[in-house]
């Protein structure tokens, strides 16, 4: 961003990330004495907030997310709408997403370490074990069902943290979120319009491949979630 932007109880600072669903960016949340603590925000663009049954589900998914407490789970602070659009605000990682770091690593043409890749891998395991333990329905896993490396923070301490539990696939296939290189990581039933917690196991090891060859699944052709 050119200059910092009020929004609500923010301060919006540089852009992070930006996809289908929004932009995300590095803020400050102000309270009553002044700045409280420094977090990420992701204010959905115009196009989804005009669509208010879309928007009200994300947000309701949200809400659901919020209630996974692990610390390879990226914390929910809040949801809200300002003027017209809408946000979810979550903990602040200093660090780069997957996508990121596998894309540099390339570019470097320096390969990512096997040790550190298995690492990041046991840590999304242990994130998605811990939500799979909780239920949607009666009988119903919980799952993140769009796991993939831009939904993989790594810290620059080392920490790694899942994001975007809640962004459920269809909701971000109504959006127009999904991008063709999302499909890397989407489980066969998945791409054929079906999907449950197995499907994220499949989507760990896409990622573990991309992470122990230094190259990413093809995308799949002729087929697409529906």
């Known amino acids: ?107 470097d043409a320096f390969p990512f370490s096997i040790d550190h890749g298995l690492l990041i891998a046991s840590k999304i395991c242990t994130a998605l074990e811990y939500s799979h333990g909780r239920k949607m329905d009666p009988g119903v896993r919980y799952f993140h069902g769009l796991l993939c490396p831009r939904n993989v923070l790594v810290s620059y301490e080392g920490e790694v943290r899942v994001r975007g539990f809640g962004n459920w696939l269809a909701r971000v296939r109504d959006t127009g979120a999904l991008q063709d290189e999302d499909l890397r990581y989407l489980a066969p039933e998945q791409l054929a319009g079906s999907g449950d917690f197995r499907s994220d196991v499949f989507a760990v090891g896409a990622v573990l491949w991309e992470t122990l060859t230094g190259q990413p699944r093809p995308v799949p052709r002729g087929r697409s979630p529906g």
């Open 1 to 107: 961003m050119a200059r910092k932007e009020k929004f609500g109880k923010f301060i919006l600072f540089e852009e992070l990330d930006s996809g289908g669903l929004g932009t995300e960016y590095r803020a400050a949340k102000l309270g009553a004495t002044g700045l409280e603590k420094i977090v990420s925000v992701l204010r959905l663009s115009p196009a989804v907030s005009a669509n208010v049954e879309i928007a009200k589900a994300v947000m309701e998914q949200a809400k659901v997310a919020a209630q996974l407490q692990n610390p390879n789970i990226t914390r929910i602070y809040g949801i809200g709408k300002v003027d017209s659009a809408y946000y979810v605000s979550t903990e602040f990682i200093e660090g780069k997403n997957l996508k990121q770091i596998f894309e540099r690593c390339r570019h």
